[in-house]
């Protein structure tokens, strides 16, 4: 069986990145996925379309076909005060690096990299592969027709994704099968886990 529409993948990868490895699936633990779920990059799930079992693969995406470019506007500078709770920052939170949740104006939450701290909070609201160029390389374990039970968990359908705990109204704790990066909760719609 090919990749195509109605069928479930896994497949073993590596992502890397400006010569290094930034991502890859570990061994015994393949990505795991619903082809044509919106779950994983669109141009990802052209690159492999056709491939089967046993099948291996390597290309390139570029930063307008992986994250998209860097945008400056949403490198922003924010108080102190902004990362309070109770009239204090919580211990470790405001380290450069620190990846932080936050919201916007109209309540969507998003998540920002910490760029600098001094008398105000940098942020970075970029994808952190934002303008990078994603060299893909790896293996397809398994093709098969998709079954309903595949679907069960997959939050919000194609808008939602991976299986992300989140189902009954909870917070999301996505799980690393799907590749999750880390879950938002997106109103009734279920999770964004970032796949």
């Known amino acids: ?102 919201a916007d104006q109209q309540g969507n939450r998003l998540m920002g990299r910490i760029v600098s701290v001094g008398e105000v909070v940098t942020m970075d609201f970029n994808h952190p592969m934002a303008g990078k160029t994603l060299n893909f390389t790896g293996k397809v374990d398994s093709v098969r027709e998709l079954s309903p039970e595949d679907l069960q968990g997959f939050a919000g359908g194609a808008q939602g994704g991976c299986s992300c705990g989140c189902e009954d109204g909870g917070e999301c704790s996505c799980d690393d099968s799907c590749g999750c990066e880390g879950g938002e909760k997106k109103g009734d719609k279920g999770c964004n886990c970032g796949c």
């Open 1 to 102: 069986m090919k990749i195509s529409e109605n069928t479930f993948v896994a497949l073993d990868y590596k992502l890397e990145v400006d010569g290094q490895i930034a991502d890859q699936s570990q061994p015994g633990n393949p990505l795991k996925f619903a082809y044509g779920m919106g779950m994983l990059l669109p141009k990802f799930e052209e690159a492999i379309a056709g491939l089967a079992a046993g099948d291996t693969f390597a290309f390139t995406l570029s930063p307008a076909d992986g994250y998209g470019e860097v945008i400056k506007e949403v490198v922003v500078e924010l108080p102190k005060n902004v990362f309070e709770v109770n009239g204090e920052v919580e211990p470790g939170l405001l380290e450069v690096g620190n990846m932080v949740p936050m």
